[in-house]
């Protein structure tokens, strides 16, 4: 079991942070765009969290920006007419290096200003509820 101060710790920073969450809802829901968070939670905890409507459609326009584009990154580097062609390719010819590099560098970038948007948030990074 987790000890009654470590426990009402980390209630007070979940708190604390769902707080900031909702002062600051247009940044929170690009956020968890950007986090490539499922579709369906970013908008539940938007409703919970009394997100502007406005706010909350122009985030996820901007979050989901990023991650059609890595997406359709990803589409693009499968070389679906060496797969279709009858025989076994190896692997390195049924997608397109240069086009899977940049499907890297995509979700490499998003990862990074989601990161540094936490950080800028004050977001915990590590959040134990138990």
Known sequence: TVP???????????????????????????????????FDVVNFAAAALH??????MLATLIGNAAATLIYASIGASIR????????????????????????IIL??????VARYVKKRSGAPVDLEIE
């Open 4 to 38: 009654k101060s470590q426990s009402a710790s980390s209630q007070s920073k979940f708190g604390a942070w769902l707080q900031r969450l909702r002062r600051e809802g247009f940044m929170s829901v690009v956020l968890m765009r950007l986090m490539l968070l499922p």
């Open 51 to 56: 997100v502007n409507f406005r706010n909350f």
């Open 80 to 103: 679906l007419d060496v797969i279709l062609s009858g025989h076994e390719p190896p692997l390195s010819e049924v997608f397109d290096a240069r086009q899977l590099s940049l499907t």
């Open 107 to 112: 979700l490499g970038i998003s990862l990074l």
